[in-house]
């Protein structure tokens, strides 16, 4: 006991320093921030730096912190780490799901494109609502009775072997390093602006910021910075869409009416066709990713094991489709009235005529012209809190899938020490935030509501697919799994490649091969008849016994008997 | 797993099924036609979806469109919590303790 007792005073005084550092870092990196803001030249210096952004930025970060120390104390287990054991509650998690999905690319990322290319950019929001009740109704339940730490769990449920569960490991990262390319790039632009300083050493500060939130508190501290910024966020989006609205006698048509006067597009503003051109397969492509791409998202699928039970995950599902609608239309009410309050206004733009700091940043514009450096200040520390919350809860998903699916049940077959994968989850999560800043690099001039979006077109394509029919349809084999699914991810990848983001933005091609903004429309029934295909012709023994499993499976999946034992199968 | 594979037999749990099934698929089904007709309205462009909803205004029936499925979607997540606290759950409970006897029995 004694030994006990000194180890765990030496830990504790080693975490004590660390943090030490930490915020001294934080104190150093203040000031100098501060004078780099003031002496460097160019572009950035044309922005004033915002005392109060500044403070209020770190203010978050020392709270944040202060919450993973407290939080480090309490995720001693894997099951704290991964699922904070199950004790949030429905409100909690609702708050921490909407947290963990309003994220950058929605706040700054829709917002700058309404703004430019006007209606159009709404596609990105209503078929997220419209998902996240279908998710509700027909996932939520039955995912939160099969599964335990990751969505992989749910999946290869019944499903014999690793290889499936190899291939949705593969899916659930590559779907996180998209989204997680989006964030990155929005956090670069955010500090960019706010402090005059280098892009690279923004998203390395963000980086570091992720990596010990999810190192050190895991689940817990997840959680509560999720929630936290929740909160923040439906505050100042409450705060900007009344002040905005406050400006037209609270009309919301008078305000669209000052836009559509000062937009060079006028009234077609507000009609269909400003972004993705009346073509009716980009429009129903696009709108199928909102809409089926949440369903196979890693990182939110994770959040339904934080709660007690299946009731549990329904209510969560149900408050956070309530939460996000309401923020939906603040997010309407903010890119459509940016344009009467900022378009032509010389303050918001540089000497080439575009706006400072670039598309991404109409909403933090906004803020300023409604509320000064206070709002504006408010609004970047609430921007960038949004960001760590999201890029937490993505670096807990891949810690996850790295260390319990790949290699505690595929290597150790489900015998590993659970000190080592908690070892190899912290591991897991360095490698993530090293690799967060080489792809936040590479993708820096893309918009980060489309980068973001090629995460949802795979993960509709692959994992809902997949995930539907795990559930629900007895017929489904290993054998389909793996070959429908990998065919499937194959084809997506190859297609967004081929598309204009990657093929003439990154590559610097000329002409998109692929000429549609997301292959949705194409993959997700590419995945659905693959899996089915290869499912039905598999005459295996093996498929026999994954068959004759599924009525179990699917008692489990409505009445939640046994759901803490479904991972361990 | 014996007992889940015989539950999947007991009369309480296929009612219990179909219970949950006459709900979720024609309202799942019902949210994604409504998403498919905001969608329609975008590719038919500004001949149907850039329609004024008012002579006088400038909202356009794409975008009023989308306001209300917004509220749908909203509604039909209130409607289900709603619906599966007091329908599902008691009848939930009797599956289970259904099935606990048959765990007994066995």
């Not at chain 1, 159009?120 to 279908?134: K, M, Q």
């Amino acid at each position: 006991m004694k030994n006990l007792r000194t180890l765990y005073l030496k830990t504790m005084y080693l975490k004590t320093m660390y943090f030490r550092l930490i915020f001294t870092f934080l104190t150093v990196f203040s000031i100098n921030s501060f004078a780099c803001a003031s002496t460097i030249e160019g572009e950035v210096t044309k922005q004033e730096t915002n005392i109060f952004a500044i403070a209020i930025f770190f203010v978050f970060a020392l709270l944040t912190l202060a919450i993973t120390w407290w939080a480090a104390r309490q995720t001693n287990s894997k099951e704290a780490f991964y699922t904070a054991s199950g004790g949030v509650s429905p409100l909690q998690n609702a708050l921490a799901i909407a947290g963990d999905f309003m994220s950058a690319a929605t706040l700054l990322g829709i917002t700058g494109l309404m703004f430019f290319r006007g209606y159009d950019g709404y596609i990105l929001s209503f078929g997220i609502i419209v998902g996240w009740a279908v998710m509700l109704m027909i996932i939520a339940e039955r995912f939160r009775n099969l599964g335990r730490f990751t969505f992989v769990d749910v999946i290869s449920y019944r499903l014999e072997g690793n290889s499936v569960r190899v291939l949705m490991a593969l899916c659930s990262l590559v779907v996180i390093v998209f989204y997680l390319i989006g964030q990155m790039v929005g956090a670069g632009k955010l500090i960019q602006l706010l402090f005059g300083l280098d892009y690279i050493y923004a998203i390395i500060i963000v980086s570091i910021l992720m990596v010990l939130y999810v190192s050190f508190g895991g689940m817990i501290a997840t959680t509560w910075v999720q929630m936290i910024k929740a909160i923040l966020l439906l505050g100042g989006g409450a705060f900007i869409s009344f002040a905005l609205l406050s400006k037209f006698d609270f009309s919301f048509s008078k305000m669209l009416e000052a836009s559509v006067n000062v937009h060079p597009k006028g009234q077609s503003l507000l009609e269909p066709g400003g972004w993705l051109g009346k073509d009716s397969l980009n429009v129903w492509t696009v709108g199928l990713t909102m809409c089926f791409g949440i369903m196979g998202l890693p990182h939110i699928l994770m959040r339904f094991f934080t709660v007690k039970n299946a009731a549990g995950a329904r209510k969560s599902v149900a408050y956070a489709t309530m939460i996000m609608s309401v923020f939906y239309i603040f997010i309407l009410i903010i890119g459509l009235g940016a344009v009467a309050l900022l378009w032509g206004q010389p303050e918001y733009y540089d000497d080439a005529g575009k706006i400072i700091g670039g598309s991404n940043m109409v909403a933090l514009h906004t803020a300023k012209a409604l509320g000064g450096d206070f709002l504006f200040g408010f609004m970047s520390a609430v921007a960038f809190a949004t960001i760590l919350a999201v890029v937490a809860g993505l670096t807990l998903a891949a810690s996850a899938a790295i260390a319990h699916d790949l290699y505690a049940v595929v290597m150790k077959k489900g015998l590993a020490d659970p000190k080592i994968e908690l070892r190899i989850s912290k591991i897991s999560v360095i490698v993530v935030g090293i690799m967060a800043v080489i792809l936040g690099i590479v993708f820096e001039t893309q918009n980060i509501a489309v980068v973001t979006a090629f995460a949802l077109a795979i993960a509709a394509s692959v994992n809902f697919p997949l995930l539907l029919l795990s559930m629900y349809w007895r017929g489904l084999t290993s054998r389909g799994a793996v070959i429908g699914g990998g065919l499937t991810f194959i084809f997506t990848i190859i297609i967004i490649v081929l598309s204009d983001s990657i093929w003439v933005q990154v590559l610097g091609n000329e002409t998109a091969i692929f000429p549609y903004v997301y292959p949705t429309v194409f993959t997700m029934p590419v995945g659905f008849i693959l899996v089915w295909l290869f499912s039905v012709m598999d005459r295996s023994q093996k498929a026999k016994l994954e068959r004759s499993r599924f009525d179990a499976q699917f008692v489990r999946s409505e009445t939640g008997i046994g759901a803490d034992e479904a991972s361990q199968h | 797993m014996i007992e889940l594979k015989a539950a999947h037999e007991l009369d309480v749990f296929k009612k219990l099924v179909r219970m949950r099934a006459r709900i979720i698929w024609p309202l799942s089904v019902f949210l994604v036609l409504a998403l498919a007709g905001n969608l329609y309205l975008m590719s038919a462009g500004s001949n149907i979806g850039g329609r004024l909803v008012s002579e006088n205004g400038v909202i356009t029936i794409a975008l009023a469109y989308s306001l209300g499925l917004i509220f749908l979607g909203a509604s039909a997540a209130v409607f289900y919590v709603w619906w599966a606290n007091k329908y599902l759950d008691p009848l939930m409970e009797k599956v289970c303790a259904e099935i606990s006897k048959l765990g007994e029995g066995a």
